[in-house]
């Protein structure tokens, strides 16, 4: 899988922790995300597309223990969350409270980059309310079904969309400057 990096993206000079809050939490639900991502000129095809990059990294515990402890506020667990999860993930992430411990988010396959993202989510398996909601949706759930089978197009619409993501917010004009360096300002 690749991709070509457009060039000549303005980016900004400042970047602030608040401005990460901003984004679209992972206790969002379908039409949050749905809506997020419209407003940043992505479809909901390249909602489901993005999300499969969980396939690779980490999660810290704190983005879902919610999910395994206190669901609604009674002690509970998230329903949508596959009960066999629930001791396991009970086992790594120890505390509500735990801050730091980290999880693999493909667990056994966190650092190959393949269809295993959509596994997790057909399994009920995934972390995040954000990815379980990838079945609340006709077209998501379809794209997800789709992965599983010989015809997935995954990473040749991963390459694509991640194009359209680096289109989300290019400066203009004298405003920001275009990096030298992608990660960091001139
Ligand atoms: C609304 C959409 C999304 C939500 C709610 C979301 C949520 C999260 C959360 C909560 C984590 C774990 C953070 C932590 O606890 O350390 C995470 C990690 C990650 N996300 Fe997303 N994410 C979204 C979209 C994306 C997109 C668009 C990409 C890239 C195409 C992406 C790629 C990753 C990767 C690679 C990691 C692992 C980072 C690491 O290993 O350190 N995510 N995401």
């Known amino acids: 899988m690749s991709w070509e990096v457009e060039t000549g993206r303005r980016d900004g000079r400042v970047s602030t922790m608040s401005e990460a809050f901003g984004l679209i939490p992972p206790s969002a639900n379908i039409s949050t995300l749905i809506a997020g991502f ?53 086992g790594k992430c120890r505390s509500p409270a735990d801050q730091t411990t980290v999880v693999e988010m493909d ?55 991640m194009v359209r993501m680096g289109r989300i917010g290019v400066l203009t004009g004298q405003a920001g400057e275009i990096r030298k360096v992608c990660y960091k300002i001139n």
């Open 107 to 161: 667990p056994g396959s966190f650092k190959t980059f393949d269809d295993g993202y959509f596994k997790l989510v057909a399994k009920r398996r995934a972390l995040f309310q954000s990815d379980a909601a990838m079945l609340d949706d006709d077209e998501t759930k379809a794209y997800v079904e789709k992965s599983l089978t010989a015809g997935s197009t995954f990473l040749k619409d991963f390459g694509e969309s």
């Open 38 to 90: 419209r407003a940043r000129g992505l479809s909901v095809k390249d909602l489901v597309v993005l999300q499969g990059s969980h396939t690779i990294g980490i999660s810290h515990c704190s983005s879902f223990t919610n999910r395994i402890y206190n669901f609604t506020g009674k002690g509970d667990v998230d329903p949508t969350l596959d009960s066999e999860c629930i001791p396991k993930l009970r």
